[in-house]
């Protein structure tokens, strides 16, 4: 424990001072990435009214309590807008537990072994993308561990959504209608196949020209089963994937329009292809990124892995047949940048601006909500992260390390009432296991390419 | 069936088949064996008074008092006057269609490299039609469904099933659409089994579309419009390889047993074919051939592009006539005796038949030497030959005419050809009156063709949020050398003539508002060299029930249509609004506005009205008349598990 060599509001004051100075560094009582990578013990970086939700809310809520409707007023200022609503009003309960000191376990380990690796490497180029030393791709890791601004802090989640070379989700998603009911479920898959920003030093397969190839096929139920579609990323940012699709009713491969990124795919769904990461669309075509704000916040970073549940699907609660929420563990977590962007490239987006809290420590958003062309809040879209360990189910990566990922969603459409509860499951409909890596899967010819697609739909 | 029960069903089923497959589902997880399916309930309600003209109880003629005027031939002086009133009943139907249609859906992961994929299709139809009713009229009208009305089963000379993985009978029917093997190994994909192979950006024209023909049983092309051919391409048994050659190139080539196109049958809601014609499909002799093909895809900087090769039976077929082979006498001691048939004219067919050293009824020997069968569900006048060759983009002329020369034993009849409209009426109406009706026998043939295509697309780029902003712009088109066509006379020569085919495809996204989704835009341009949208000659194209196309002239300058389809979701997408407009340059123009409610997981409504009509020129120049008198509001409510 520190001496309190500082008041309550010292953290507050300095946040403060550091968004409006716009000193970038993240840490309070020292700069934090040195410490993570000297070791990742982030604890003399903070006071300990930001590591522990306890001194925080001076004795009012402790780790195993839960957050619920009586005593969520205590700590809405570490909540967005809607999970306080969700909380307050919908009878979300969120369970409470320690802070992490150790930040390595908020990153897949080669992705963090990466960053420390390659920090100070990435430079913006005049066309405003992201380049290693030579004008080259990036190279992998965080390209802006310590994000300086908000193209930096966007930069961070863009390069690598996933923060695996290959990535495999096996996913079963349920929409909850406003009266409480599972009125839609669906399984589907989504893979991300990193051509540049690898963690293995390589280019994929020389694609240097290429971020990432991203394929999604759904498998359930019978009239979405055989959908699938392929996203091939430029490296460049200022350009719109190429997308192709395999809609059973056309029984074939097409090309589709592109820019159309705010459109509901399915019946029922809340989420759009531009809410992915918080971060679905290519950066550059996004605009006015500021950060606006630091601040400690609630978030789900760790300990919400359901590994010993079946089919890692956790339990749910809530709402008003209770089933509108995933059961979830957050914690205090110390410091977030508070981001802002506005749809620049798509001036007929019925989104205006989206605000993104993000983790310093990891670079990853604990909240994120959009709002409408009038301003007002629409959606919030919350993830779950965690190494994939929980009692004796332990899921590891190539070199024995437990591996980590997104763990659920919810994409709350406040507007409507309308929920989409995402799991990253075990394994989907159609036979699919959610996979972190490639292994010695040839997965690009598998679910990369136009024949692959042509193969999953059906 | 409830919805508890069809959840027990679902279970059991489960367990049974992954019993047998000696693959139990993963605990706590999903194994390799999945199945999903529907259960849909389909219908179309008339809206308008119209039968389909082209069955027995829609003939145009039925009940209605037509003057005949029958001459020798080949003169163009009437000699035999008389009035004939077609005896079949006109149905009264409250629906163009009503059944249940199930769908069951299977895949089965073998291993990484190899999966299988399965479904059964089974459509039962109740049959509430008001159905034509052959005994009415004491019809004999020989060969397979031109009796009792069958709805499902495909005919074929030789008998057998022309699809080997499909099962039917007059009111139900139940197929494979689907039972292949995939095996992928690195950039390979071998897909082996029965499947639909579709290619081509175009959506509803098939220019590069041409692996496989077109079911037209289920709904004809009336069916739900962004379903597009999903439910309509026939497949078949064959190996597709494909091949990425790189990350944007593609080479994909199959060989597939031979499956013709399927029309609806005779006196069935969505016919298509004059039901005075008796056909005779002839695809047995083809059901053995194999057709082959091969596609290469990728880009060439900003553009894409494709080419496909194609070397294959045509599935639509040709027709001609054909020997009846029906041995059915002129009915009567004397032929037909009716009032202003004169003795000389039974004299002089009295002589022939002598002459033959027969009776009347021997002249079933002749006639089953011709094209022509007599049974009162045949043609009855003139001017019912000439309005129904119209209708059938046929020449009511020369089409006697080639009935007469390809078909010698006509002589023996008296028929002679004629060079009018004037006398070929004169030499109907005789042989009209002296049969009480007479069938034409028709044949189907298939050909292969040598099928060249090419396709480019490019992306538009504009200012973002602009309306050209990411329209997508493709060009596709075929080259078909000596292709053989129907010939409009129905002789034995088929017409044989290069046909281009050209398409032009833009589609696009836009959003209008903030409060709605994108609205999904497709326009589309259709060009065709010789033929309409169905493979028709358009030298058939133009004629009246007054004057044949040999008098009117048919049309040269190809044919031409527009699409212009638009889907608009609503927000969350419980709701969904579609358009589409077909306009055919000639003056048809088919209407369909639908809106799909989801409104939760399992069920489905789809509500769409089909009107077509002609809205400008003579309804026989247009492709689209055919199907004019369907104006109907369709309702499918589906319940997937």
């Known amino acids: 424990m520190h001496i309190r060599k500082y008041d309550f509001n010292y953290s507050r004051r300095m946040f403060m001072e550091k968004t409006l100075k716009g000193i970038a560094s993240a840490g309070v009582l020292a700069p934090m990435w040195p410490l993570i990578a000297n070791g990742a013990d982030i604890s003399k970086a903070y006071p300990d009214e930001l590591l522990s939700i306890e001194m925080y809310t001076k004795g009012k809520i402790k780790p195993g309590d839960f957050i619920t409707a009586a005593n969520v007023d205590v700590v809405k200022d570490l909540l967005d807008p809607i999970s306080y609503m969700q909380v307050k009003e919908m009878g979300r309960r969120i369970e409470i537990v320690e802070s992490v000191k150790d930040a390595s376990v908020l990153f897949p380990n080669a992705f963090l072994e990466a960053t420390l690796k390659n920090q100070g490497k990435a430079e913006i180029g005049a066309d405003g993308n992201i380049y290693a030393p030579g004008k080259k791709a990036w190279i992998g890791g965080l390209p802006f561990p310590d994000p300086k601004t908000g193209e930096e802090v966007i930069a961070n989640i863009t390069l690598s959504w996933g923060r695996h070379d290959y990535c495999q989700y096996a996913i079963r998603q349920w929409d909850i209608a406003p009266d409480g009911s599972e009125a839609y479920q669906y399984d589907f898959v989504w893979a991300e196949l990193q051509a540049t920003g690898r963690l293995d030093g390589t280019v994929f397969q020389n694609k240097a020209d290429m971020l990432r190839f991203q394929s999604v096929w759904f498998t359930a139920p019978n009239d979405i089963g055989g959908t699938a579609f392929l996203s091939s990323w430029h490296y460049d940012q200022n350009k719109f994937p190429d997308l192709y699709g395999y809609l059973p009713a056309f029984k074939r491969v097409r090309q589709f329009p592109t820019n159309q990124r705010f459109e509901p795919l399915v019946p029922g769904v809340t989420w759009f292809l531009s809410d992915a990461w918080a971060a679905g669309d290519p950066m550059l075509t996004w605009g006015n990124y500021k950060i606006v704000g630091r601040q400690p916040m609630l978030g789900a970073v760790a300990g919400n892995f359901s590994g010993s549940k079946k089919n890692w699907e956790a339990g749910t609660h809530g709402g008003p047949k209770g089933k509108t929420f995933w059961d979830s563990k957050m914690q205090l977590v110390p410091e977030c940048i508070v981001l802002e962007a506005e749809p620049t490239g798509y001036p007929r987006s019925p989104v205006g601006k989206k605000r993104i809290w993000i983790d310093t420590r990891n670079q990853l958003f604990v909240a994120y909500n959009t709002f409408d062309r009038r301003g007002d809040v629409w959606k919030s879209f919350e993830a779950g992260w965690s190494r994939y360990e929980d009692g004796g189910t332990v899921i590891k990566d190539a070199n024995g390390n437990p591996d980590w990922s997104w763990t659920y969603l919810h994409s709350h459409d406040v507007q409507s009432n309308r929920m989409s509860r995402i799991m990253h499951t075990e394994s989907c409909s159609g036979g699919y296991k959610s996979e972190l890596s490639a292994g010695s899967d040839d997965v690009y010819n598998k679910f990369m390419t136009t024949t692959a697609i042509q193969r999953l739909g059906t | 069936m409830d919805l508890q029960s069809m959840k027990f069903a679902k279970s059991a089923v489960v367990a049974v088949i992954a019993a047998m497959s000696g693959n139990a589902l993963a605990d706590g997880g999903f194994g390799n064996l999945n199945f999903s399916g529907f259960l849909r309930f389909e219908s179309a309600y008339k809206l308008g008074g119209d039968e389909n003209p082209f069955n027995q109880g829609g003939n145009l003629f039925n009940g209605v008092a037509v003057e005949r005027s029958g001459g020798i031939p080949p003169s163009e002086v009437g000699l035999f006057n008389d009035v004939e009133t077609r005896q079949v009943a006109e149905t009264d139907n409250d629906f163009n269609l009503m059944y249940v249609r199930g769908r069951l859906d299977l895949g089965y992961k073998i291993s990484s490299n190899f999966n299988l994929i399965g479904s059964v299709r089974a459509i039962f139809d109740p049959v509430i039609y008001d159905e034509f009713n052959p005994r009415q009229v004491d019809s004999q009208a020989c060969c397979n469904f031109y009796q009792e009305p069958n709805y499902f089963e495909y005919a074929i000379e030789g008998g057998g099933r022309a699809n080997p993985m499909e099962w039917a009978g007059r009111d139900y029917m139940v197929d494979i659409p689907t039972l292949y093997v995939d095996y992928q190994n690195g950039p390979l994909l071998i897909r082996a089994g029965n499947q639909q192979i579709a290619w081509g950006q175009a959506l509803f024209f098939r ?249 480019t697309s490019y992306v538009v780029l504009g200012e973002p949020g602009s309306f050209l902003d990411q329209l997508i712009i493709n060009l596709e088109a075929t080259y078909v050398p000596d292709r053989k066509f129907t010939n409009i006379t129905l002789g034995q020569k088929f017409i044989e003539h290069d046909e281009w085919t050209t398409a032009l495809v833009m589609e696009k996204y836009h959003r209008f508002t903030q409060a709605f989704p994108a609205t999904y835009f497709v326009f589309q341009y259709m060009h065709k060299s010789e033929s309409d949208i169905f493979g028709r000659h358009l030298s058939g194209f133009g004629a009246t029930p007054e004057e044949s196309i040999s008098t009117t002239g048919g049309i040269d300058h190809g044919s031409n249509y527009l699409v212009l389809a638009f889907q608009q979701p609503f927000p969350s997408l419980v709701w969904r609004a579609d358009f589409a407009a077909l306009y055919d340059a000639e003056g048809g123009l088919l209407l369909q506005p639908a809106v799909r409610w989801k409104p939760n997981g399992n069920f489905t409504v789809e509500a769409f009205y089909n009107y077509i009509d002609t809205v400008s020129g003579n309804p026989n120049s247009n492709a689209l008349s055919s199907a004019e008198w369907a104006d109907e509001l369709a309702l499918r409510v589906s319940y997937q598990f």
């Not at chain 2, 089953?368 to 009511?396: I, K, N």
């Open chain 2, 207 to 455: 220019v590069l579309d041409v692996p496989n023909g077109l079911d037209f049983r289920r709904h004809s092309i009336l069916d739900f419009a962004s379903e597009e051919y999903s439910d309509k391409r026939v497949p078949a048994l064959g190996l597709r390889v494909s091949y990425q050659l790189s990350e944007s190139w593609e080479l994909d080539s199959f060989a597939q047993k031979f499956q013709s196109t399927i029309y609806s049958n005779a006196n069935t809601p969505y016919n298509v074919i004059a039901s005075q014609f008796t056909v005779r499909d002839y695809y047995d002799d083809y059901s053995d051939k194999i057709n082959y093909g091969a596609r290469i895809r990728g880009s060439i900087g900003d553009f894409g592009v494709q080419a496909i090769y194609a070397y294959r039976y045509n599935p639509d077929g040709v027709f001609r006539w054909t020997k009846s082979d029906v041995n059915r006498g002129l009915p009567g001691e004397l032929p037909n005796v009716i009032p202003g048939l004169t003795d000389n004219l039974g004299n002089i067919l009295q002589g022939v038949v002598d002459l033959l050293g027969g009776s009347i009824p021997a002249t079933g020997a002749i006639l089953a030497q011709t094209p022509f069968e007599v049974d009162p569900t045949g043609v009855h006048s003139a001017e019912e030959w000439f309005t129904y060759a119209a209708m059938a983009r046929l020449d009511a002329r020369e089409g006697l005419n080639a009935s007469i020369e390809d078909f010698p034993a006509t002589a023996l009849l008296l028929a002679q050809p004629v060079d009018s409209d004037e006398a070929a009426r004169r030499e109907l109406d005789l042989f009209f009156q002296l049969s009480g009706g007479l069938r034409g026998h028709i044949e189907r043939q298939y050909f292969r063709e040598r099928v060249f295509g090419l396709g």
